[in-house]
């Protein structure tokens, strides 16, 4: 199918930090967009519960200095609860964007204010009333299908199915004499590709459209083109990208919930090794989704000897281009195009593509001036089956959570599961960094724990203090005495406490919408725990059921099992490396000591195939045309 009606998964960078306490969702959400010359209708945003009053300080204290702390927590809870309330605002008005904003600084003005929370009770409640708050606001808004997501706006491509095109000999005989370039696709200039190259060259908004996905791809260029070779695909197959998603790894198709680049169905997507649930989803790997396309891209060229009607099967589905065939007795895309047994989209998908591959070999020519390709995107690959926080990973890596959440589209989580394998892709050249310094942190802590490098001036004290941790812990998890001085350039772990429950109940009963994975991200557990005490067999959880929800380990304090973690890699007076100076990331982001893990989850909208012989996605229904099943 075009790029009609596709939506952008919500994308994290380095001003969403703060997600990190949120608790998970049980959907991706996908908003939409008007077309151009259509008016954007607005967000729906669900019945509102009543903020908590704001909080009234204690009296003041007899001393100047808790006066003046209590001063700045008053203060600090009244920017914070503006900052709520003008999230709200956004929130009502269907600015979701913007509410995701607001709600973010509110929550992250408290955790990074330098006041230690845990001695102040006030702050505490604060924070716990703030995340109550808008988690309450994400679950009802994804209960209504929107959630905190940005918009993809519509693509041009959405109309282009319905353009028609008189014959026009001239303009077909300068494009053919012009045509000067190479390709291993049999190129054909028709009066239909004529006349899309014609629109996407004269059109402003299809010229745009052209021009954002000729840039996009200069950043998946190589990766790509690597896979389609490895398989034996066609180099210029590349460019059916522009017709499904114009090279964004996340957008997906609202109607059918086809995702990723080349736009699998949840359900077929398996088929193909793109693993989804409800930390990742493969479809939004480039890497992995352009090897499945590839492969089915030529599994249909097996099936029917030709590119063109390959494509079209990619767009309408095998079992229909086969019906097709054998209704007309001809396997050949142009003559089923000039019998009109395909639908509008199929007949004007094939032609655009062909139209994409022509004038990205020569973008100057058609009016796509100073096209600057985006970088190309290079990273390690680390297979991790274990629960690590991205905020580590950033840590151990030189890099930042923005970084990280640009070269792993697929991850749903601001970290990965504990019981569920996923490949990480990490900065290049970082991966020996990453698995040196790894060593020291016990795996089962990478969910909370951090990796520090030492600043000139910082001490243990100063640093249990900026990253909410205790002196005794971090001393002891690198092997020091409270006494040990620090240097500059000191590699340490900082033990930080997992989040704290809300709640002391031992069972829950499920609700409607709930997940294993939702039900565990709330009571900070694991999957694989919550279906061992409740012996699960599947994911499905019917709503009713009471479920054992047991207080997980990694709650109890760290301080209470020492001994075990001295026996990970860390036995006392082993103190980490000094002599590596590398200027690494030093953070003095708050532990998420608050709430739970956020993440944005994949939205699990699939619907079924209108041919049962269809490998792949199902399209969009549409009023305008009968849409069929692909992918």
């Not at 998603?245 to 088929?271: I, L």
Request: with cysteine; proline share 6%.
């Amino acid at each position: 199918m075009t790029v009609s009606k596709l939506f952008l998964r919500w994308s994290l960078v380095a001003a969403c930090a703060p997600l990190l306490l949120l608790t998970g969702c049980p959907g991706d959400p996908a908003t939409t967009s008007a077309a151009p010359g259509k008016t954007a209708s607005t967000a729906t945003a669900p019945t509102l519960t009543p903020a908590k009053p704001q909080q009234q300080t204690p009296s003041t204290a007899d001393t100047a200095q808790s006066s003046n702390n209590s001063y700045k927590v008053q203060q600090l809870i009244a920017n914070a609860e503006r900052s709520y309330k003008s999230g709200v605002t956004n929130y009502q008005n269907g600015r979701l964007e913007a509410a995701r904003t607001d709600f973010d600084f509110a929550v992250d003005m408290l955790l990074t204010s330098g006041i230690d929370v845990k001695t102040e009770p006030l702050l505490s409640d604060e924070i716990e009333h703030l995340l109550n708050a808008v988690n309450a606001l994400e679950l009802a808004a994804l209960k209504q299908g929107n959630g905190f997501s940005p918009p993809l706006e519509e693509a041009p491509l959405a109309t282009a199915e319905e353009l028609t095109f008189a014959p026009n000999p001239e303009l077909v005989a300068r494009l053919n004499s012009e045509l000067n370039i190479t390709s291993d696709l049999p190129l054909v200039i028709n009066d239909q590709v004529a006349g899309y190259i014609n629109v996407f060259s004269n059109s402003e908004s299809f010229r745009r459209h052209m021009a954002a996905s000729l840039q996009r791809v200069g950043k998946y260029r190589g990766l790509i083109q690597n896979v389609l070779k490895e398989e034996g695909v066609p180099q210029d197959l590349i460019y059916l990208a522009v017709a499904e998603s114009g090279f964004q790894p996340q957008v997906v198709n609202a109607g059918s919930g086809a995702g990723g680049m080349w736009q699998f169905m949840t359900y077929t997507a398996p088929e193909y090794g793109l693993t989804r649930n409800g930390y990742f989803d493969y479809r939004f790997d480039p890497e992995k989704s352009s090897r499945a396309y590839a492969r089915y891209i030529k599994s249909l060229y097996k099936q029917f000897g030709d590119w063109y009607l390959a494509m079209a099967a990619y767009d309408w589905g095998p079992g229909n281009i086969q019906k097709a065939v054998m209704r007309t007795g001809y396997a050949d895309y142009w003559e089923l195009y000039r019998r009109n047994v395909m639908p509008k989209e199929t007949r004007a998908y094939v032609p655009q593509i062909l139209a994409a591959v022509i004038m990205a070999k020569n973008p100057e020519r058609y009016g796509l001036n100073k096209l600057v390709p985006s970088p190309a995107i290079i990273y390690d690959t680390v297979n991790v089956s274990y629960a690590i926080d991205l905020r580590l990973v950033a840590d151990v890596t030189n890099s930042s959570v923005a970084e990280l959440v640009a070269l792993n589209p697929a991850l749903l989580r601001l970290r990965t599961a504990s019981d569920i394998s996923f490949d990480l892709h990490i900065p290049p050249g970082t991966k020996d960094l990453y698995t040196e310094r790894l060593k020291n942190v016990p795996e089962d802590k990478r969910a909370n724990w951090r990796f520090h490098e030492v600043k000139a001036g910082e001490s243990i004290e100063s640093l249990a203090t900026d990253l909410h941790s205790h002196a005794s812990e971090i001393a002891e998890a690198n092997g020091l005495s409270l006494s040990d001085s620090l240097a500059a350039g000191d590699k340490l772990v900082i033990p930080i406490a997992g989040p704290a429950s809300s709640t002391n109940q031992q069972r829950y009963v499920a609700r409607r919408g709930d997940t294993l994975v939702t039900i565990a991200d709330r009571f900070n557990i694991s999957t694989e725990d919550l279906r061992r005490w409740n012996t699960l067999s599947s994911r499905a959880i019917k709503p009713g059921r009471t479920l054992n929800v047991a207080e997980p380990i990694r709650r109890a304090s760290y301080a209470g099992r020492r001994g075990n973690a001295r026996g990970r890699g860390n036995p006392r007076g082993s103190r980490l490396s000094r002599t590596s100076k590398s200027s690494g990331r030093s953070s003095s982001r708050a532990s998420r000591s608050a709430g739970a893990t956020s993440a944005h989850s994949s939205k699990a909208a699939s619907h079924a195939s209108s041919s049962k012989t269809s490998h792949a996605r199902a399209s969009t229904p549409s009023a305008k045309t009968k849409r069929r099943s692909g992918r």
